[in-house]
């Protein structure tokens, strides 16, 4: 049994590894000097946004103890739909256009780390508090933070809403290299962060109680996580876009395909098959469909079937 997981980790690894060449010279026609830094850039990317999810969505079910919840149940990606809309509303479309992705960048990712930090503040200081009204807080914040979009939305011409409506959904194909840098240090920085609590995952995954009885100072370490989480899912989300179900979908074909529940598998596992949909998805849209549709629009497809489908065997149960 101890070999599964080891089996599976060098398949996956394998598998990745040739998607990511196949990305890099499949379909070449030009000059080397000119598509390798492009789609390198592209590649880099997207195994950036697949580590961010995978493991913030992981790391989220486990201090959840629930596997059919995600980070955008907080409110995310309504936020970065709210921002996206709020600009566009006050200063036009062409004023979205003309700031600096860094800029952009920046502003996204410091506002939903904001938010979330005032909102942590504000739902785990105090003994009441708990992590279940801190997720229906989140819930209402998101429902808020659309309605007010959706109203600005009928508010904008229709030129407008048109510029604005391609923000709405994760896009792989126009990446900023210049923001990359910005992302990895803050990626490697969470990473690092959640390296020295590593030991605690498995601890959190057995429940609060056990996990107090244990020794473990659960309040805090939460906290912490929620924290490496928020930063996570911010960085990702404001480089590409928002992806809702992605992480549903990774963590949950991660749990089937590891055996256990030992994060010290389930997370490269999951890593590994988020960088294997993204990539592969992105080389069969560009060589097979030619763009003809938004690699978005398929994983969010496959990841509300997944979550349809854990809903349904669950009521079952």
């Given at each position: 049994?101890?070999?599964?997981p080891?089996?599976?980790?060098?398949?996956?690894?394998?598998?990745?590894?040739a998607l990511?060449?196949?990305?890099?010279?499949v379909?070449v026609?030009?000059?080397w000097d000119?598509?390798l830094?492009?789609?390198?850039?592209?590649?880099a990317a997207m195994?950036l946004?697949?580590?961010s999810i995978?493991?913030?969505?992981?790391?989220f079910?486990?201090i959840?103890?629930?596997?059919i919840l995600t980070p955008?149940?907080?409110g995310f990606?309504a936020?970065?739909?709210l921002?996206?809309?709020?600009?566009v509303?006050l200063?036009g479309?062409a004023?979205?256009?003309?700031a600096?992705p860094?800029v952009?960048?920046v502003v996204?990712?410091?506002?939903?780390?904001?938010?979330s930090a005032?909102?942590?503040?504000w739902?785990?200081?105090?003994?009441?508090?708990?992590l279940?009204?801190l997720m229906?807080v989140?819930?209402?914040?998101g429902?808020?933070?659309?309605s007010?979009?959706?109203l600005?939305?009928?508010?904008?011409?229709?030129?407008?809403f048109?510029?604005?409506?391609?923000?709405f959904f994760?896009n792989?194909?126009?990446i900023?290299?210049?923001?990359l840098?910005?992302?990895?240090?803050l990626?490697?920085a969470a990473s690092?962060?959640?390296w020295r609590?590593f030991?605690?995952?498995?601890?959190?995954?057995l429940?609060?109680?056990?996990?107090?009885?244990?020794?473990l100072?659960?309040k805090?370490t939460v906290?912490?996580?929620?924290?490496l989480?928020?930063?996570?899912?911010?960085?990702?989300?404001?480089l590409?876009?928002?992806?809702?179900f992605f992480?549903?979908?990774?963590?949950?074909?991660a749990?089937?395909?590891?055996?256990?529940?030992?994060?010290a598998v389930?997370?490269?596992?999951?890593v590994?098959?988020a960088?294997?949909?993204?990539v592969g998805?992105?080389?069969?849209l560009?060589?097979?469909?030619?763009?003809n549709?938004?690699?978005?629009i398929?994983?969010?497809?496959?990841g509300g079937?997944?979550?349809?489908a854990?809903i349904?065997r669950?009521?079952?149960r």
């Amino acid at each position: 049994m101890r070999s599964r997981p080891a089996a599976v980790l060098a398949l996956l690894a394998l598998l990745a590894a040739a998607l990511a060449v196949a990305f890099m010279t499949v379909g070449v026609k030009g000059r080397w000097d000119f598509v390798l830094p492009f789609r390198g850039t592209k590649l880099a990317a997207m195994l950036l946004v697949a580590y961010s999810i995978a493991v913030s969505t992981v790391l989220f079910q486990t201090i959840t103890g629930n596997r059919i919840l995600t980070p955008s149940i907080m409110g995310f990606d309504a936020l970065y739909m709210l921002i996206q809309t709020l600009v566009v509303f006050l200063f036009g479309s062409a004023q979205l256009a003309q700031a600096g992705p860094s800029v952009m960048f920046v502003v996204e990712a410091a506002a939903m780390v904001g938010f979330s930090a005032m909102l942590y503040r504000w739902m785990l200081s105090g003994e009441l508090r708990s992590l279940h009204l801190l997720m229906l807080v989140g819930i209402i914040f998101g429902v808020l933070f659309r309605s007010l979009s959706n109203l600005m939305q009928r508010m904008i011409d229709p030129n407008e809403f048109a510029v604005l409506q391609d923000r709405f959904f994760a896009n792989f194909n126009t990446i900023h290299g210049e923001l990359l840098l910005i992302a990895a240090v803050l990626v490697l920085a969470a990473s690092l962060a959640a390296w020295r609590l590593f030991h605690t995952f498995d601890v959190l995954a057995l429940g609060r109680e056990t996990a107090i009885n244990l020794g473990l100072a659960h309040k805090r370490t939460v906290t912490a996580i929620l924290v490496l989480v928020t930063v996570l899912v911010s960085v990702s989300t404001a480089l590409v876009g928002p992806v809702t179900f992605f992480g549903l979908l990774v963590a949950n074909l991660a749990y089937q395909l590891a055996g256990t529940s030992r994060h010290a598998v389930v997370l490269p596992v999951a890593v590994l098959l988020a960088v294997i949909c993204l990539v592969g998805g992105q080389l069969v849209l560009e060589r097979v469909f030619s763009f003809n549709t938004a690699l978005s629009i398929i994983i969010e497809f496959l990841g509300g079937i997944t979550f349809i489908a854990l809903i349904l065997r669950r009521t079952v149960r």
